[in-house]
């Protein structure tokens, strides 16, 4: 009985938990190999969602959709890799990388846009949202991949 409880916990409580990375991408998926020309690369989405970020973990806020915006493969070298967003409002920047982790970022890009930086990435799968303050609304956002820096700083 204990096992049943814990399976049937486990299968209503796992959604409220984390967003589905599974799901296909809302915008688009990209395969890259390290050293991907042109760089930047970047792609035009719609930020936002309904779900509360904040409970993703630490540094984690904002409203962003259940499917991620975004899924990067990524064959890692020796670069950096830094995946950014501008926008003209307030946006967050959440990514579950491939070793499952979840990073987030508000403002380190500057001018309220998220930025987040990969010393020594791994090689994987790279599922990112593109969040909001404002669970109503949704925002055109331009998100940037590269091994060169941050975009717009």
Known sequence: M????LVLTTILVQPLLAQDYSLQA???SV?????????PLEYDMISGGSIDASKLGKDCTGYI?????FE?????????????????????????TPNGEWICDDDSGGNLDPSIHFP?????TFDVWIGTYDSTSMHEATLYVSELGAYGN
């Open 31 to 39: 395969n890259l190999t390290s050293g991907f020309s042109p760089d």
């Open 26 to 28: 809302s915008f688009d």
């Open 120 to 124: 020594k990435a791994p090689s994987g």
């Open 72 to 96: 990067l493969t990524f064959e890692a070298g020796i670069l950096e890799l830094w995946i950014s967003v501008i926008s003209s409002v307030d946006t967050t920047l959440v990514i579950n």
């Open 65 to 69: 959709a259940d499917a991620p915006d």
């Open 2 to 5: 204990r096992f049943l409880n």
